[in-house]
């Protein structure tokens, strides 16, 4: 190593170089802004709970997306993936003592930031620090014991790459008719259907009543041929 009279020690012996940054948080740092964190993503209004994500990974105030639902178009940038409130999920977020809302990893006591990424799961809503989700080998988890799959951890503000996964994550749910909750996706009701059952229904009625109407005229007919023709056997018999 040296200083031992025989050589003299190198730059690297002597300071040591910090390690290299991992691709995941250069993308992530790249990607994301800070108002991510702290604004909501279709009203930039300040977050405030009760705060929920939809499976994106976007952070809205609840009282937002309800807003959207009821009135898509007092929402300017309104997601169309989300069509209920089955589409997100609320998380379980603390309160600092200024009362503004604290991102802080129970497991790590790191707070979410550019530098470190944060999850939630699906569908308690509890909020840790991904690396720490991606440690565990039992998926179960740490606050409420809720089950999970892997599938079920959703990033929040995901890089290019976890959106892809999230994207695919929606269109497996989709068609196993499942929302983002993993709650049952509701039946969409076919209006036109049942504008055509209704219609049919009103024409066969229509049409059930003419068949009425014209065999009672059909039977009083044939009542008025019977009688007739029993009536003059009658004359006949009384003339003979």
Request: hydrophobic share 30%; net charge positive; charged share 30%.
């Amino acid at each position: 190593m040296g200083n031992d009279g025989g050589s003299l020690p190198t730059r690297n012996e002597l300071v040591k170089e910090p390690g290299k940054v991992p691709p995941l948080d250069i993308d992530f740092k790249r990607s994301v802004k800070s108002s991510q964190f702290s604004q909501c993503a279709i009203t930039d209004e300040p977050l405030y709970p009760p705060i929920v994500s939809c499976g994106l990974g976007k952070l809205y105030n609840k009282a937002s997306i309800l807003q959207m639902l009821l009135d898509r178009s007092s929402v300017p940038k309104s997601p169309s993936h989300i069509k209920s409130l089955k589409d997100v999920v609320q998380l379980q977020v603390e309160l600092d003592d200024s009362g503004k809302v604290l991102w802080l990893c129970p497991i790590t006591r790191h707070v979410m930031s550019d530098t470190y990424q944060f999850a939630y799961i699906v569908p308690c809503g509890h909020v840790f620090e991904y690396s720490a989700l991606k440690q565990f080998g039992e998926k179960m988890c740490f606050q409420c014991n809720q089950v999970y799959e892997e599938k079920d951890v959703i990033p929040i503000n995901p890089n290019a790459e976890q959106l892809k996964t999230l994207s695919k994550r929606l269109l497996d749910l989709a068609l196993s008719e499942k929302t983002h909750s993993l709650n049952k996706a509701s039946k969409k009701s076919n209006k036109n259907g049942d504008k055509k059952r209704k219609h049919v229904s009103k024409s066969n009625s229509k049409h059930a009543k003419h068949e009425l109407r014209t065999n009672r005229m059909l039977d009083g007919e044939n009542v008025k041929s019977e009688t007739s023709v029993t009536d003059m056997e009658r004359v006949k018999r009384v003339k003979i």
